[in-house]
Protein backbone atom coordinates (compact mmCIF):
# COMPACT_ATOMS: atom_id res chain seq x y z
CA UNK A 1 0.00 0.00 0.00
CA UNK A 2 1.26 3.71 -1.08
CA UNK A 3 0.30 6.47 0.82
CA UNK A 4 -0.53 9.42 -1.98
CA UNK A 5 -1.74 12.85 -0.86
CA UNK A 6 -2.67 14.49 -4.54
CA UNK A 7 -3.83 17.90 -2.61
CA UNK A 8 -0.50 19.81 -1.98
CA UNK A 9 -2.28 23.12 -1.01
CA UNK A 10 -4.06 21.98 2.46
CA UNK A 11 -3.01 20.55 4.93
CA UNK A 12 -4.23 16.82 4.92
CA UNK A 13 -5.66 14.22 7.56
CA UNK A 14 -4.32 11.02 7.69
CA UNK A 15 -7.28 8.43 8.67
CA UNK A 16 -7.76 4.80 9.14
CA UNK A 17 -11.47 2.60 8.99
CA UNK A 18 -11.96 -0.74 9.27
CA UNK A 19 -14.76 -2.82 8.16
CA UNK A 20 -15.56 -5.85 10.51
CA UNK A 21 -17.03 -8.11 8.57
CA UNK A 22 -18.98 -11.76 9.62
CA UNK A 23 -21.00 -14.16 8.00
CA UNK A 24 -24.65 -14.01 9.29
CA UNK A 25 -27.60 -15.65 9.15
CA UNK A 26 -28.66 -14.21 5.13
CA UNK A 27 -25.46 -13.34 4.15
CA UNK A 28 -22.03 -10.84 5.40
CA UNK A 29 -22.74 -8.72 7.48
CA UNK A 30 -20.65 -5.31 8.71
CA UNK A 31 -20.15 -3.84 11.85
CA UNK A 32 -21.25 0.19 11.51
CA UNK A 33 -21.35 2.62 14.42
CA UNK A 34 -23.71 6.34 14.46
CA UNK A 35 -21.44 9.11 14.59
CA UNK A 36 -22.06 11.09 17.64
CA UNK A 37 -24.20 14.70 16.84
CA UNK A 38 -21.71 16.58 18.36
CA UNK A 39 -18.55 15.12 16.38
CA UNK A 40 -17.46 17.79 13.80
CA UNK A 41 -16.69 15.29 11.11
CA UNK A 42 -19.91 13.01 9.63
CA UNK A 43 -21.98 14.13 12.76
CA UNK A 44 -25.25 11.52 13.21
CA UNK A 45 -24.20 9.49 10.17
CA UNK A 46 -23.60 5.55 9.52
CA UNK A 47 -20.02 5.14 9.66
CA UNK A 48 -17.02 2.27 9.80
CA UNK A 49 -15.21 2.64 12.85
CA UNK A 50 -11.99 4.79 12.18
CA UNK A 51 -10.44 7.56 13.07
CA UNK A 52 -7.06 10.07 12.82
CA UNK A 53 -3.59 8.37 12.74
CA UNK A 54 -1.28 9.31 15.44
CA UNK A 55 2.09 10.12 15.74
CA UNK A 56 2.65 7.34 18.02
CA UNK A 57 0.92 5.42 16.05
CA UNK A 58 4.17 3.75 14.66
CA UNK A 59 6.00 3.02 17.57
CA UNK A 60 3.80 -0.22 17.73
CA UNK A 61 6.07 -1.46 15.03
CA UNK A 62 7.85 -4.08 17.36
CA UNK A 63 4.66 -5.25 18.75
CA UNK A 64 2.83 -6.13 14.89
CA UNK A 65 2.76 -8.97 12.78
CA UNK A 66 2.84 -8.07 9.22
CA UNK A 67 4.72 -5.00 9.27
CA UNK A 68 8.44 -5.80 8.44
CA UNK A 69 8.01 -4.28 4.47
CA UNK A 70 6.01 -1.30 5.82
CA UNK A 71 7.17 2.59 5.48
CA UNK A 72 6.00 4.47 8.66
CA UNK A 73 3.22 5.77 6.71
CA UNK A 74 1.37 2.57 5.99
CA UNK A 75 2.57 0.93 9.35
CA UNK A 76 0.87 4.07 10.67
CA UNK A 77 -2.34 3.37 8.96
CA UNK A 78 -2.85 -0.18 9.69
CA UNK A 79 -1.77 0.18 13.27
CA UNK A 80 -4.45 3.33 13.59
CA UNK A 81 -7.29 0.91 12.14
CA UNK A 82 -6.50 -1.90 15.55
CA UNK A 83 -6.17 1.03 17.51
CA UNK A 84 -9.50 2.90 16.36
CA UNK A 85 -11.70 -0.73 16.17
CA UNK A 86 -10.55 -1.41 19.52
CA UNK A 87 -11.27 2.39 20.97
CA UNK A 88 -14.44 2.58 19.14
CA UNK A 89 -16.17 -0.51 19.51
CA UNK A 90 -14.27 -3.10 21.55
CA UNK A 91 -12.47 -5.36 19.31
CA UNK A 92 -8.67 -6.01 19.56
CA UNK A 93 -7.30 -7.69 16.77
CA UNK A 94 -4.37 -8.92 18.32
CA UNK A 95 -2.80 -12.49 19.77
CA UNK A 96 -0.38 -13.35 22.32
CA UNK A 97 3.33 -13.61 21.75
CA UNK A 98 4.27 -16.68 19.55
CA UNK A 99 0.24 -17.47 18.67
CA UNK A 100 -1.52 -17.09 15.51
CA UNK A 101 -4.79 -17.04 17.21
CA UNK A 102 -6.79 -13.65 18.33
CA UNK A 103 -7.15 -13.17 21.92
CA UNK A 104 -10.06 -14.22 23.50
CA UNK A 105 -13.22 -12.60 24.97
CA UNK A 106 -12.05 -13.15 28.36
CA UNK A 107 -8.69 -11.92 28.22
CA UNK A 108 -9.97 -8.35 26.43
CA UNK A 109 -12.52 -8.25 28.93
CA UNK A 110 -9.25 -7.41 31.26
CA UNK A 111 -7.38 -5.51 28.73
CA UNK A 112 -10.55 -3.34 27.94
CA UNK A 113 -11.57 -2.55 31.49
CA UNK A 114 -7.55 -1.85 31.93
CA UNK A 115 -6.62 0.21 28.82
CA UNK A 116 -9.18 1.22 26.60
CA UNK A 117 -10.61 4.64 28.42
CA UNK A 118 -6.57 5.66 28.48
CA UNK A 119 -6.13 5.21 25.50
CA UNK A 120 -9.21 6.79 23.76
CA UNK A 121 -8.23 9.65 26.05
CA UNK A 122 -4.42 9.56 24.06
CA UNK A 123 -2.85 9.12 27.67
CA UNK A 124 -1.15 6.01 26.67
CA UNK A 125 -0.61 4.80 23.28
CA UNK A 126 -1.21 1.35 21.12
CA UNK A 127 2.41 0.60 22.07
CA UNK A 128 2.36 1.12 25.58
CA UNK A 129 -0.74 -1.63 25.80
CA UNK A 130 1.06 -4.31 23.99
CA UNK A 131 4.03 -4.43 25.53
CA UNK A 132 2.38 -4.11 28.75
CA UNK A 133 0.33 -6.87 28.22
CA UNK A 134 2.43 -8.66 25.98
CA UNK A 135 0.34 -8.52 23.20
CA UNK A 136 1.07 -8.72 19.02
CA UNK A 137 -1.18 -6.62 17.02
CA UNK A 138 -2.73 -8.45 14.23
CA UNK A 139 -2.06 -6.35 11.16
CA UNK A 140 -1.58 -9.62 8.92
CA UNK A 141 -5.46 -10.61 9.42
CA UNK A 142 -6.20 -7.02 7.91
CA UNK A 143 -6.51 -6.14 4.26
CA UNK A 144 -6.52 -3.15 2.66
CA UNK A 145 -9.73 -2.83 0.60
CA UNK A 146 -9.74 1.22 -0.55
CA UNK A 147 -7.72 4.55 -0.17
CA UNK A 148 -10.40 7.76 -0.61
CA UNK A 149 -9.37 11.44 -0.30
CA UNK A 150 -11.47 14.06 -0.10
CA UNK A 151 -12.68 16.16 -2.68
CA UNK A 152 -10.32 19.62 -2.81
CA UNK A 153 -13.50 21.66 -2.71
CA UNK A 154 -13.95 21.08 0.42
CA UNK A 155 -12.25 22.71 3.75
CA UNK A 156 -10.38 19.69 5.21
CA UNK A 157 -8.66 17.12 2.93
CA UNK A 158 -8.30 13.47 4.67
CA UNK A 159 -7.20 10.91 3.55
CA UNK A 160 -8.45 7.39 4.57
CA UNK A 161 -7.02 4.09 4.10
CA UNK A 162 -9.91 1.56 4.72
CA UNK A 163 -9.14 -2.15 5.63
CA UNK A 164 -11.59 -5.16 5.78
CA UNK A 165 -11.39 -8.11 8.77
CA UNK A 166 -12.93 -11.12 9.50
CA UNK A 167 -14.37 -9.93 13.10
CA UNK A 168 -13.16 -12.37 16.18
CA UNK A 169 -16.27 -14.72 16.56
CA UNK A 170 -16.35 -14.04 20.62
CA UNK A 171 -15.68 -10.32 20.72
CA UNK A 172 -18.64 -8.48 21.49
CA UNK A 173 -18.39 -5.28 19.46
CA UNK A 174 -20.72 -2.36 20.55
CA UNK A 175 -20.42 1.42 20.09
CA UNK A 176 -18.78 3.78 22.68
CA UNK A 177 -21.33 5.93 23.86
CA UNK A 178 -18.50 8.60 23.34
CA UNK A 179 -17.60 9.63 19.33
CA UNK A 180 -20.54 7.16 18.40
CA UNK A 181 -23.92 6.60 20.16
CA UNK A 182 -25.40 3.44 18.58
CA UNK A 183 -24.20 0.67 16.53
CA UNK A 184 -25.46 -2.16 14.85
CA UNK A 185 -24.69 -5.68 12.43
CA UNK A 186 -25.95 -4.46 8.87
CA UNK A 187 -26.13 -6.29 5.42
CA UNK A 188 -24.05 -3.84 2.95
CA UNK A 189 -27.16 -3.70 0.54
CA UNK A 190 -29.62 -2.82 3.90
CA UNK A 191 -27.85 0.15 4.78
CA UNK A 192 -27.54 1.58 1.59
CA UNK A 193 -31.08 0.87 1.12
CA UNK A 194 -31.57 2.64 4.58
CA UNK A 195 -29.49 5.23 3.19
CA UNK A 196 -31.68 5.83 0.43
CA UNK A 197 -35.16 5.52 2.22
CA UNK A 198 -34.00 8.58 4.46
CA UNK A 199 -33.85 6.39 7.48
CA UNK A 200 -29.93 6.77 8.22
CA UNK A 201 -27.31 9.12 6.95
CA UNK A 202 -24.27 8.07 5.06
CA UNK A 203 -22.01 10.00 3.44
CA UNK A 204 -20.84 8.97 -0.18
CA UNK A 205 -17.62 7.41 0.60
CA UNK A 206 -19.24 5.08 2.82
CA UNK A 207 -22.11 4.42 0.60
CA UNK A 208 -19.86 3.62 -2.22
CA UNK A 209 -17.66 0.91 0.26
CA UNK A 210 -21.34 -0.49 1.53
CA UNK A 211 -21.71 -1.20 -2.37
CA UNK A 212 -18.60 -2.54 -3.13
CA UNK A 213 -18.57 -5.15 0.10
CA UNK A 214 -22.32 -6.07 -1.26
CA UNK A 215 -20.56 -7.56 -3.97
CA UNK A 216 -19.37 -10.17 -2.03
CA UNK A 217 -21.44 -13.28 -0.38
CA UNK A 218 -19.11 -14.16 2.59
CA UNK A 219 -16.55 -12.91 4.62
CA UNK A 220 -13.83 -15.56 2.71
CA UNK A 221 -15.07 -14.30 -0.88
CA UNK A 222 -14.42 -10.91 0.47
CA UNK A 223 -10.95 -11.24 2.21
CA UNK A 224 -9.59 -13.34 -1.02
CA UNK A 225 -10.77 -10.76 -3.66
CA UNK A 226 -9.43 -7.60 -1.77
CA UNK A 227 -5.71 -9.61 -1.21
CA UNK A 228 -5.63 -10.35 -5.22
CA UNK A 229 -6.93 -6.65 -6.00
CA UNK A 230 -4.73 -3.45 -6.30
CA UNK A 231 -5.86 -0.65 -4.24
CA UNK A 232 -7.08 2.45 -6.72
CA UNK A 233 -7.32 5.50 -4.85
CA UNK A 234 -10.50 7.48 -5.05
CA UNK A 235 -10.93 11.33 -4.96
CA UNK A 236 -14.29 12.13 -6.26
CA UNK A 237 -14.03 15.22 -9.07
CA UNK A 238 -16.94 17.82 -8.82
CA UNK A 239 -18.44 17.97 -12.73
CA UNK A 240 -20.75 19.95 -14.52
CA UNK A 241 -23.64 18.72 -15.19
CA UNK A 242 -27.39 18.99 -16.62
CA UNK A 243 -28.74 17.29 -13.44
CA UNK A 244 -27.34 18.31 -10.90
CA UNK A 245 -24.50 17.66 -8.65
CA UNK A 246 -22.27 14.67 -9.95
CA UNK A 247 -19.06 13.09 -8.62
CA UNK A 248 -16.50 11.69 -10.99
CA UNK A 249 -14.32 8.43 -9.43
CA UNK A 250 -11.91 6.24 -10.87
CA UNK A 251 -13.78 3.06 -13.23
CA UNK A 252 -11.08 1.55 -12.03
CA UNK A 253 -11.54 1.43 -8.45
CA UNK A 254 -14.06 -1.60 -8.79
CA UNK A 255 -17.24 0.48 -7.62
CA UNK A 256 -20.56 0.27 -9.31
CA UNK A 257 -19.71 3.15 -11.50
CA UNK A 258 -17.80 6.37 -12.94
CA UNK A 259 -19.95 8.86 -12.28
CA UNK A 260 -23.01 9.87 -9.42
CA UNK A 261 -25.47 11.83 -9.27
CA UNK A 262 -25.66 13.14 -5.38
CA UNK A 263 -29.25 14.63 -4.41
CA UNK A 264 -30.64 15.53 -1.18
CA UNK A 265 -27.49 16.41 0.72
CA UNK A 266 -26.21 12.70 -0.38
CA UNK A 267 -29.11 10.88 0.45
CA UNK A 268 -29.92 9.90 -3.03
CA UNK A 269 -26.99 8.70 -4.92
CA UNK A 270 -28.14 7.42 -9.02
CA UNK A 271 -24.98 5.92 -10.70
CA UNK A 272 -25.24 7.88 -14.21
CA UNK A 273 -21.76 5.74 -15.77
CA UNK A 274 -22.36 2.34 -14.69
CA UNK A 275 -18.98 0.70 -14.51
CA UNK A 276 -18.65 -2.25 -17.04
Known sequence: MRVNVRDTEKPTIAASTVLLIRDGAEGLEVFMVVR?????????????????????????????????????????HHVAAVREA????????????????????????GIEARWRADLAAGRITMADVCRTEGLILALDKMVHFAH?????????????????ARAPVDHVALHDGSESTD???????GAV??????????VFPTRMNLLKLAQHKTVDEAMATARA????????????HPKGRTLRIPVEAGYPGSLFLVEDGGAKVTVLEAAD
Open 36 to 76: HHKIDSFSGALVFPGGKVDPEDIDARQYSRGAEDMDEGNLA
Open 193 to 202: ADAESGKRTV
Open 148 to 164: WITPRIVPKVFDTQFFV
Open 183 to 189: SEWLRPE
Open 86 to 109: FEECGVLLATNKDSDALIGADQLA
Open 229 to 240: TSVVTVQPEPVD
